[in-house]
């Protein structure tokens, strides 16, 4: 089924984008996706504080376990509750990111299968659009993915995903664009009928240079372009900084970023990231980041949660 589907391919009357017959991409028509994230309790907060729903919202789980989906589930990070989310705000999409460190060898075999299928049919149940990011940040040291293992592990998750029919899942490619590391990015890339859109980390100003040749290659092959995870790492939004903002939204409108999603979130207040160091980066614990905030997503035509939203962005549940 996938060799056909990297045969035939149509394109998007509106953005141009080459898609592999029947793999959903969920382009906005118009503007760009506001996702929020990536824990429970901080985007109930984020909601609270800032006064908007966005459009979409953020969720991790892993292939050993697909915790976090249909019940609550905490590794010292926060809370993961997906199933909580859908519920608490049905006119959202959803951005999940699937963790597959130390088992890429393991995946083809089938030894993860009853997860995928897990996986599959919690999307299919979710009845509104999926960004699936699969082994994200591909490229960071940290992951040790192997590129020959990474790719077949994605494209048997893919595969596997096809196989079960589940059609509102956009197949998400997310690299970490490490500042000053060497331009291999393709080494892992699983083909253009596996990837529906090209994602990147911005977290540190100093990863532009490398972001935008990440861009490049989006265009290239013809792939809408997400910011899947972003912070002001070691900014503190508390104390009113805003240089990192600034630099954020003149990247987003300079390479048309089509969906952002935002963490927002008190890294020093979890075990997993105290070390980090990287902050408090709330948007709604300071004024003036929230004033600016709202101004930016207005002025860029950010979607925010709607009765509309899906239409916005082709999809018919």
């Known amino acids: 089924m ?37 824990e429970k309790n901080e985007i109930d907060q984020y909601v609270s504080g800032v006064g908007i729903i966005p459009a979409g919202l953020m969720g991790y789980t892993s292939i050993q376990e697909a915790g976090g989906l249909y019940t609550s589930d905490d590794n010292s ?44 049919e919690w999307i299919k149940q979710s009845h509104r659009p999926v960004y699936l990011r699969i082994g994200y940040e591909f490229d960071l040291p940290d992951n040790h993915y192997n590129p020959v293992e990474y790719k077949r592990a994605y494209r048997y998750i893919v595969d596997h995903l096809r196989k079960q029919k589940v059609t509102n899942v956009a197949y998400v490619w997310h690299s970490a664009v490490i500042a000053n590391r060497n ?67 003149d990247f987003i409108e300079k390479e048309d970023v089509k969906v952002v999603s935002y963490i927002n979130y008190n890294w020093d207040s979890y075990p997993m990231f105290k070390l980090f160091n990287w902050a408090d980066a709330r948007i709604q614990k300071n004024s003036q980041v929230k004033e600016m905030w709202l101004e930016k997503i207005q002025a860029g035509h950010f979607l925010q949660s709607s009765e509309g939203l899906f239409k916005k962005i082709s999809y018919e549940p």
Not at 23 to 29: E, L, N, R, T
Not at 215 to 233: D, F, Q, S, V
Request: proline share 5%; no cysteine.
């Open 77 to 120: 990070g926060g809370v993961q509750h997906a199933q909580y989310l859908l519920e608490r705000y049905p006119h959202t999409v959803f951005q999940l990111a699937l963790y597959m460190v130390g088992v890429l060898a393991e995946i083809p075999t089938g030894k993860y299968d009853r997860n995928i299928q897990k996986l599959a």
């Open 183 to 249: 331009d291999h990015f393709m080494d892992w890339y699983p083909g253009d009928a596996y990837v529906a859109w090209f994602a990147i980390s911005y977290f540190d100003p100093a990863q532009t240079k490398r972001a935008e040749v990440f861009a490049k290659y989006a265009r290239e092959h013809k792939k809408p372009l997400m910011i899947a995870e972003a912070t002001p790492a070691g900014m503190y939004t508390v104390k009113g900084k805003l240089s990192w903002f600034k630099r954020f939204f």
């Open 2 to 38: 996938s060799l056909v589907l990297g045969k035939f391919f149509f394109v998007h009357s509106e953005d141009h984008v080459a898609v592999p017959k029947g793999q959903s991409q969920f382009i906005p028509h118009e503007g760009r996706l506001l996702i929020v994230g990536q």
